[in-house]
Antibody, heavy 121, light 110 residues
Framework: EVQLVESGGGLIQPGGSLRLSCAAS????????INWVRQAPGKGLEWVSY????????YYADSVKGRFTISRDNAKNSLYLQMNSLRGEDTAVYYC???????????????WGQGTTVTVS | QSVLTQPPSVSAAPGQKVTISCSGS????????VSWYQQLPGTAPKLLIY???QRPSGIPDRFSGSKSGTSATLGITGLQTGDEADYYC???????????FGGGTKLTVL
């Protein structure tokens, strides 16, 4: 079964740091780009970050640029999101999602994890 | 404020048809492909439509997508109570170099 499983969420004080993980199974992880997407309580989806299959290209939303770092370990079939200088507005469910499409302009997310909750308070 | 604009809510009776609009600009919808996601209460989003109008396997043909210029539309026919969910459009914005979503539309099947 193709699956993504997030972990690492929790309650953290403002200014603190947290590292999220996303474990992939059921597919060749090293062949796919991945997005992090978050959803604040009662709010819509917000794209957070993108990383290519090799990790050579990375993008961030302006709201997290300079504070969050996306990375991956293809040998461990794992994706990470290092979150520093956390703020109340970072409180959300964080999803990792597999990216399909030959280029970003035609990309979409076909597999999503169940999400991990980050609460900054 | 979302880059893509969707109506906050739509509603229709069971068996009827509904459309959900998604408006953007040349830097996103106008030149890139649109995807749609369904989020049932308490669950993760699920891919519904990709490449503007393509359905993944397992998605019934009651769901359709279209795009014209800088706007996209999701259509759902033969509404069922199980279709009650939040629906999001998404794409890449070439000017922002960022993924963008609409604010989401809550579908109520009366």
């Amino acid at each position: 079964e193709v699956q993504l499983v997030e972990s690492g969420g929790g309650l953290i004080q403002p200014g603190g740091s947290l590292r999220l993980s996303c474990a992939a199974s059921g597919f060749t992880f090293s062949r796919y780009s991945i997005n992090w997407v978050r959803q604040a309580p009662g709010k819509g989806l917000e794209w957070v970050s993108y990383i290519t299959s090799s990790g050579s290209t990375i993008y961030y939303a302006d709201s997290v640029k300079g504070r969050f770092t996306i990375s991956r370990d293809n040998a461990k079939n794992s994706l990470y999101l290092q979150m520093n200088s956390l703020r109340g507005e970072d409180t959300a469910v964080y999803y990792c999602a597999r990216v399909r499409g030959v280029a970003l302009l035609v990309s979409y997310m076909d597999v999503w994890g169940q999400g991990t909750t980050v609460t900054v308070s | 404020q979302s880059v893509l604009t969707q109506p906050p809510s739509v509603s229709a009776a069971p068996g009827q048809k509904v459309t959900i609009s998604c408006s953007g600009s040349n830097s996103n919808i106008g030149n890139n492909y649109v995807s749609w996601y369904q989020q049932l209460p308490g669950t993760a989003p699920k891919l519904l439509i990709y490449d503007n109008n393509q359905r993944p396997s397992g998605i019934p043909d009651r769901f359709s997508g279209s795009k014209s210029g800088t706007s996209a539309t999701l259509g759902i026919t033969g509404l069922q109570t199980g279709d009650e969910a939040d629906y999001y459009c998404g794409t890449w914005d070439s000017s922002l170099s960022a993924g963008v979503f609409g604010g989401g539309t809550k579908l109520t099947v009366l």
